[in-house]
T-cell receptor, first 110, second 113 residues
Framework: GEDVEQSLFLSVREGDSSVINCTYT??????LYWYKQEPGAGLQLLTY?????DMKQDQRLTVLLNKKDKHLSLRIADTQTGDSAIYFC??????????FGAGTTVTVRA | DAMVIQNPRYQVTQFGKPVTLSCSQT?????MYWYQQKSSQAPKLLFH???????NEADTPDNFQSRRPNTSFCFLDIRSPGLGDAAMYLC????????????FGPGTRLTVL
């Protein structure tokens, strides 16, 4: 099965908060990431969290990590139309390899 | 601006006809990666270069090869493309000191007829 799992779709109203969830299986993951992919573009690193942290906040983005449940979430406050994209969760250990989830397509409606 | 550039953005080839995809970077990063991303799937690492050292993933088919003639350029060669090789191919780079921060190019979408 997949090492990293995400729900496939999320629809949110403009101005509301979005929460994208991810679960992973490898307890030895060192870093956990959120990437954003807009149509026709490559992946953009949004933020990442080290596995000994519970939370990281960066402007409108808040990452929560529950290491016991192997659950990672990304909250986007005040969601805008420009936030419509595919969001990928990824994990890595102490090497160069990233393991990605299949991505969550976020659609922001007016 | 420092960036990762991929050419071409769209590539069409015929079944069995060799094709080469190109990636260049102005970040002076010593690690370069190639990922394959099929429709609605997660990007999958094919291989990476650490400087000139080539590191192949165990499940990467022999049909896929790579060359890195210098720090700035890396090529993906598909020797005999099959229909199942149609995908987006993503190039990424990272520095040795911040290997966990990978910078991606816009990708090349490969169509196999």
């Amino acid at each position: 099965g997949e090492d990293v799992e995400q729900s496939l779709f999320l629809s949110v109203r403009e101005g509301d908060s979005s929460v994208i969830n991810c679960t992973y299986t490898d307890s030895s993951s060192t870093y956990l990431y959120w990437y954003k992919q807009e149509p026709g573009a490559g992946l953009q690193l949004l933020t990442y969290i080290f596995s000994n942290m519970d939370m990281k906040q960066d402007q409108r983005l808040t990452v929560l990590l529950n290491k016991k449940d192997k659950h990672l979430s990304l909250r986007i406050a005040d969601t805008q139309t420009g936030d419509s994209a595919i969001y990928f969760c990824a994990e890595s250990m102490n090497d160069y390899k990233l393991s990605f989830g299949a991505g969550t397509t976020v659609t922001v409606r007016a | 601006d420092a960036m990762v550039i991929q050419n071409p953005r769209y590539q069409v080839t015929q079944f069995g006809k060799p094709v080469t995809l190109s990636c260049s970077q102005t970040l002076n990063h010593n690690v370069m990666y190639w990922y394959q991303q099929k429709s609605s799937q997660a990007p999958k690492l094919l291989f990476h270069y650490y400087d000139k050292d080539f590191n192949n993933e165990a499940d990467t088919p022999d049909n896929f090869q790579s060359r890195r003639p210098n720090t700035s350029f890396c090529f993906l060669d598909i020797r005999s493309p099959g229909l199942g090789d149609a995908a987006m191919y993503l190039c990424a780079t990272s520095s040795q000191r911040a290997y966990n921060e990978q910078f991606f190019g816009p990708g090349t979408r490969l169509t196999v007829l």
